[in-house]
């Protein structure tokens, strides 16, 4: 009843090709940015903040930039973790080297960063495609941090390899390292990520994001109506690491607060993979509702685990966690194979019709 | 394979390895590089070289099934791992509640059985549901797999490192031609090699093999002809599985069978992509060079840069050469149309 475009006319291109076209949706959009801002903050306990919603935007970030370059231009990578590293040990040697230098820029500079390596690491996307590709970026995975392991000025020759972040300031509040207050730390977070979610939705809805979505499906035929594969993919490459780098400084600086590479193996890269394709490849939301799922499911798992039976042993309950986080996601492939982001989609299509059947 | 092409491919193996081996030389001689010696060279590249069948044996199962279902298949590392933890917890089964100390053929027998199982399950529960999914999908349904074969072997049979005594020898070793090679690499090799020339007998000449590559060439063609497409993917996962039961032991063997285990599929994704996906010899000299180029690697140039190169240098290796060849050394030409 609520949710009906009915009466909803669009008299000019612009306002049919706008981001949400249906006035129910502008709002909701709004209202949720609203609730995150001035409601969550003051309603959460510091456990809720730290431990789900900060984790969970930072991987909305990088499940958007793997989302770019897998859901949208049609390239597997495995390097997410490598990426992210990147940006965690930019972030941190920008950030030491130039103490003054502003927090957000810190992070920017180190997406850049992060994106000229992606580039780099991009080219043999140029020849080799599918299942191959995705095993050469696991090269950069490894090559990466074995870099960051290896040569100690990464971490300022640090003596332990684990290294606390530095903590900075964001207009007179600290976000970062142990001392940040909770509430500073999400808003910061919901902030950046929201303003760079927008970019994101609107450079895949740019010609660049059009170049993109027809190297994916099918990149000869792409080229053949002129599009310059060289520049697409390698775009897709560059603005993908840009955000999985600025995800990997916020990880270090923001979520965990230390800067080690051992938080970026290669079990991050397929977590990531994981939230874009139960997600839904090829959707700025599903990143988000992917994000949201793989964070909550383990603590949900390990929470009902243990109330069921308090005496399970730990080694009992990790096992236990393997086994039904691997069956859900088959459970979940075979159900939606395109993602949370469709089920929200096939929700709205009912609502539009409710409470009539047709 | 024709007889001279395998001839070529040995002669050429042989020029590489003394040319790779002049080319150290000759860094050394110029100071690049601090330590060379030809012994000490022949050894690495032997030892490496036995390394790679190891790595062939992992690679063999993905090939398999990457041939018969166009499936990506991460779970084979954990495969590995579930395979070896059965056979040895019904070793350890047998002797602790009935007393029978189970002759290590039984257990095999026994797991094979076991694995059979496992391919149905996988086949009824996951990939049945999944079929005409993109292939992505399905790498990530195997990666789901991966999770809970892993969780389940863990759970079912405990998590510590076990030790498996199939009265092999693990320490010995001979000096053939002046070369130290380890014994029970030796045999790894060897029964690598049988499997390899198993695989390809049943490939070749029996009805089951033929349906195989009928479906591996063309699944549509092969389901009009009347090859039951869902028996041939039980087949293949089992026979995936009886691979990847044969390379935990000879890991397991030497290693101990522990979680790492599951994680040498890692190492086998670059022998994949080097040999090509579709190719069992070319997953067999795959394994060869990323072996024998990662030993060379590490105790030569990686001394130089700081060592523990080996964790990458198969990845740029295999990099370097799908540059050249997209497929992969043995993969099929891939022919695209619009």
Not at chain 2, 309 to 315: K, V
Request: include cysteine; charged fraction near 10%; charge should be neutral.
């Amino acid at each position: 009843m609520l949710y009906r475009e009915t009466g909803q006319f669009k008299t000019t291109y612009r306002a049919d090709q706008a981001i949400f076209p249906i006035l129910q949706d502008k709002i909701g959009v709004l209202a949720i940015l609203a609730f995150a801002v001035f409601v969550v903050p003051f309603a959460a306990d510091n456990y809720l903040l730290e431990t789900i919603l900060v984790p969970v935007l930072v991987f909305s970030l990088a499940a958007i930039g793997l989302n770019i370059l897998t859901g949208y231009c049609g390239q597997l990578s495995l390097g997410t973790g490598g990426f992210m590293a990147c940006g965690a040990f930019f972030s941190y040697k920008l950030a030491t080297a130039f103490p003054d230098l502003n927090l957000i820029l810190v992070f920017l500079l180190a997406g850049l960063g992060t994106s000229v390596v992606g580039v780099l690491f991009g080219l043999p996307s140029l020849r080799i495609k599918g299942f191959y590709l995705a095993v050469a970026t696991l090269a950069a995975q490894f090559f990466l941090i074995w870099v960051f392991n290896k040569f100690g000025w990464w971490t300022n020759d640090s003596p332990s390899g684990v290294i606390s972040a530095p903590p900075r300031e964001v207009l007179g509040f600290v976000v970062t390292s142990s001392e940040a207050h909770p509430i500073s730390k999400y808003l910061f977070l919901v902030v950046l990520v929201a303003v760079l979610a927008l970019v994101a939705k609107n450079l895949v809805r740019s010609r660049i994001g059009r170049s993109w979505m027809a190297i994916r499906d099918m990149d000869i035929a792409a080229e053949i109506i002129g599009i310059r594969p060289l520049v697409a993919k390698l775009s897709a490459f560059a603005v993908s690491s840009f955000y999985i780098g600025i995800a990997g400084g916020l990880w270090a600086f923001i979520y965990t607060g230390s800067v080690e590479a051992l938080a970026f193996q290669i079990d991050r890269s397929f977590q990531v993979l994981f939230m874009v394709i139960l997600g839904g490849l090829g959707s700025i939301l599903g990143s988000f509702l992917g994000a949201i799922f793989i964070v909550l499911l383990p603590i949900a798992l390990n929470v009902t685990m243990l109330a069921i039976d308090p005496t399970f042993s730990v080694a009992l309950v990790s096992d236990m966690e393997f086994m039904l986080f691997g069956a859900l996601i088959i459970f979940f492939l075979i159900v939606e194979p395109h993602g949370l982001a469709r089920l929200w989609q096939i929700g709205k299509e009912k609502l539009r019709l409710w409470p009539f059947p047709y | 394979m024709k007889p001279l092409h395998i001839l070529t491919w040995l002669v050429g193996a042989l020029v590489t390895i003394f040319a790779i081996g002049g080319l150290h030389w000759g860094l050394a001689q110029i100071g690049w590089i601090s330590f060379f010696d030809w012994s000490f060279y022949f050894e690495v590249s032997a030892a490496g070289l036995l390394q790679g069948v190891m790595y062939s044996l992992v690679a063999l199962g993905f090939v398999l099934i990457f041939k018969a279902s166009g499936i990506f298949n991460f779970a084979q590392g954990s495969l590995v791992l579930f395979a070896a933890l059965t056979m040895v917890g019904l070793m350890e089964l047998f002797e602790r509640d009935f007393g029978i100390r189970l002759h290590w053929v039984l257990a095999f027998i026994l797991t094979v059985g076991v694995m059979v199982l496992v391919a149905i399950a996988i086949e009824r529960l996951v990939l049945r549901p999944l079929v005409n999914q993109p292939p992505i999908i399905l790498f990530m349904a195997t990666i789901g797999i991966f999770y809970f074969v892993d969780g389940f072997g863990q759970a079912l049979w405990g998590s510590d490192v076990k030790v498996l005594d199939i009265g092999m020898p693990i320490a010995s070793a001979v000096s053939p031609l002046g070369v130290r090679m380890n014994v029970y690499d030796l045999i790894a090799a060897g029964v690598g090699a049988a499997l390899v020339a198993g695989l390809g007998v049943f490939f070749q000449y029996t009805r089951i093999g033929r349906a195989l590559r009928a479906v591996a060439d063309d699944h549509q063609a092969a389901l009009s002809v009347g090859i039951p497409l869902k028996t041939i993917w039980t087949i293949v996962w089992s026979v995936a599985g009886v691979v990847a039961l044969v390379a935990g032991i000879m890991w397991g063997g030497k290693a101990g069978v522990q979680f790492s285990l599951a994680l040498i599929a890692l190492k086998a994704l670059p022998v994949l992509i080097l040999g090509g996906f579709t190719s069992i010899p070319g997953a067999i000299v795959g394994g060869l060079i990323i072996g024998y180029g990662e030993q060379v690697a590490e105790n030569f140039i990686g001394l130089e840069i700081g060592g523990a190169i080996q964790d990458w240098f198969a990845y740029v290796l295999a990099l370097v050469f799908l540059l050249f060849r997209p497929q992969g050394l043995f993969g099929e030409r891939i022919i695209e149309r619009v």
